[in-house]
């Protein structure tokens, strides 16, 4: 009986953190209960493809340089669960929902909208964007046009 017990809660442990670490889920996933936005988004904004720019201009970078722009061009660089390399997280290669509504594991799993930030700040917009831009637009037009 112990045993049983013992191992059921290390399962739990184990499934708890496994699924942590890995909290970001990349846009596609959001694409079934979020049709409309999902589509809008791969439509219209340019983050939708953004490997695909910076690729276009890796043959002239460092390795170094290169990885420089995975900070705004790809999903959760250098965030737990976020994007590592084009081979080992290729879902979260290009700057997707979760760049903005944070990791989204958790809100997947219980359908909650508590579980997911909708109210986005300055703050967020100014990580990627340089923040004179940001407050000369008022912030109205990199929230509408580059998101859905
Ligand atoms: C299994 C279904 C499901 C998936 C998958 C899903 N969501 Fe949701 N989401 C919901 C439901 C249900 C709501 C609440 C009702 C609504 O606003 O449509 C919601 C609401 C939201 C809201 C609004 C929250 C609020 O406070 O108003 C945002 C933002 C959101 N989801 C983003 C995402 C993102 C980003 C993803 C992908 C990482 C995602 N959702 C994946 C079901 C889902
Ligand atoms: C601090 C954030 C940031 C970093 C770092 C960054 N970029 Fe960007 N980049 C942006 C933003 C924001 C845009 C979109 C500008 C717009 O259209 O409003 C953009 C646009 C681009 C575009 C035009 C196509 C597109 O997606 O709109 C290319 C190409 C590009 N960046 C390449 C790079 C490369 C290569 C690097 C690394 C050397 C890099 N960027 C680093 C923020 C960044
Ligand atoms: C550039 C940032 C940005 C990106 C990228 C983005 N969103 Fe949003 N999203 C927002 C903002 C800002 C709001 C809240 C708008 C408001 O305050 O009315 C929002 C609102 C939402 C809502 C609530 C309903 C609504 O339309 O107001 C859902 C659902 C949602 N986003 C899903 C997604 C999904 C799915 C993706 C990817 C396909 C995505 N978002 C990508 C910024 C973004």
Avoid: W
Avoid at 74 to 93: R, V
């Amino acid at each position: 009986m112990r045993s049983i017990l013992v191992f059921v809660v290390a399962l739990l442990i184990f499934t708890q953190t496994g699924y942590t670490e890995n909290n970001y889920v990349g846009s596609e996933k959001c694409k079934d209960c979020h049709e409309k936005e999902y589509r809008r988004f791969q439509k219209y904004s340019k983050k939708a493809e953004s490997y695909k720019h910076i690729a276009l201009m890796e043959k002239g970078l460092t390795q170094e340089e290169f990885k420089k722009c995975f900070t705004c061009h790809t999903t959760g660089y250098g965030k737990q669960g976020g994007f590592i390399s084009l081979s080992q997280t290729p879902k979260l290669k290009n700057n997707g929902c979760e760049s903005c509504h944070g990791p989204g594991g958790d809100h997947i799993a219980s359908e909650d909208p508590e579980d997911i930030k909708a109210k986005l700040t300055i703050d967020d917009c100014i990580h990627y964007h340089n923040s004179e831009r940001v407050k000369s637009f008022k912030f109205k037009p990199l929230k509408y046009a580059g998101a859905h």
